[in-house]
C-alpha cells in the first residue's frame, strides 16, 4: 500500500484546496469523506464519456467500465488505466476496506470491494463518489 502524497503530480496547499473546491468537494476530496448514497450526480448516470478528477482533472474511469450496481455511488469494474489511481488500506469505520485515491492530486475518490458476485470483467466494485467526479462527454 501506499503512503499518502506518493506519487502525487499537483501538490498544493490545505489552503489553496480549501480556495478551489466548494465544501463538500473539499470534504471529500480532501478529508476521505463520503457523499450520501443516491444523492450523487452520477450514480445512475448512463451518458458516454470520460470521468476525470473534480479536483485536477486526470482521466480516471470511462463509461464503458460503469455499471448499475445498485449501491447509491457510482460503480466502475475497473480504472480507465493502470496507474491513474492508487490504492491504500484503510481500517477506519472498524472495517478493512481499500481506499482509492486520485494518482495525480492524492485526493480521495472511494473504495474499492472484491468478490461481490457482480457480473463484471474484473469481479471488483470500484464504489467512487460522484463528488470526486466530472463527466466529459467524448462527443
Not at 477506519?92 to 482509492?100: D, P
Request: glycine fraction near 10%.
Amino acid at each position: 500500500m501506499d503512503k499518502p502524497g506518493n506519487g502525487a503530480n499537483v501538490v498544493k496547499s490545505d489552503e489553496q484546496w480549501r480556495q478551489e473546491l466548494s465544501p463538500e468537494e473539499y470534504h471529500v476530496l480532501r478529508q476521505a469523506g463520503t457523499e450520501r448514497a443516491y444523492t450523487g450526480e452520477y450514480w445512475d448516470s448512463h451518458q458516454e464519456g470520460v470521468y476525470a478528477c473534480r479536483a485536477c482533472g486526470a482521466e480516471l474511469f470511462t463509461s464503458k467500465e460503469k455499471f448499475d450496481s445498485h449501491c447509491g455511488w457510482p460503480s466502475f469494474f475497473a480504472p480507465l488505466a493502470e496507474g491513474r489511481v492508487r490504492y491504500l488500506r484503510d481500517s477506519t469505520l472498524g472495517m478493512e476496506r481499500v481506499e482509492v485515491r486520485c494518482a495525480n492530486c492524492d485526493s480521495h475518490l472511494g473504495h474499492v470491494f472484491e468478490g461481490e458476485g457482480y457480473g463484471t470483467p474484473t469481479d471488483q466494485r470500484f464504489c467512487i463518489n460522484s463528488v470526486s467526479l466530472r463527466l466529459r462527454n467524448t462527443d
